[in-house]
């Protein structure tokens, strides 16, 4: 089974950063795409980076590139999510999911998810 274990979420200030870990089992990085995901009170959930297991391809929408950076431990079976210099819309609970042969970034496409972790930013 495909399990995913998303952690490193918190209460950070503006400005601050934080790191979060997906941990993930059941499946070989090189047939997958993973991706983080977002969802704030009242909004629905958005595609926030994703990165091609297979050759570490990132992808990122506008809103986080530049602060944020997405990387991954085969080895570890592990996806990093780097969050520099965040702002309070940055505030949602995070999600790690995953899906084969599929590099974007809608929600919906994604395969199997992990529990998300909450990140707060305070002004």
């Known amino acids: 089974d495909v399990q995913l274990q998303a952690s490193g979420g918190g209460l950070v200030q503006a400005g601050g950063s934080l790191t979060l870990s997906c941990v993930a089992s059941?499946?070989?990085?090189?047939?997958?795409?993973i991706g983080w995901f977002r969802q704030a009170p009242g909004k629905e959930r958005e595609g926030v980076t994703r990165i091609v297991g297979g050759d570490g391809r990132a992808y990122y929408v506008h809103s986080v590139k530049g602060r944020f950076t997405i990387s991954s431990d085969n080895a570890k079976n592990t996806v990093y999510l780097q969050m520099n210099r965040l702002k309070p819309e940055d505030t949602a609970v995070y999600y790690c999911?995953?899906?084969?042969?599929?590099?974007?970034?809608?929600?919906?496409?994604?395969?199997?998810w992990g529990q998300g972790t909450q990140v707060t930013v305070s002004s």
């Open positions: 059941g499946f070989t990085f090189d047939d997958y795409t």
């Open positions: 999911a995953v899906v084969r042969r599929y590099i974007g970034l809608v929600p919906e496409e994604y395969e199997h």
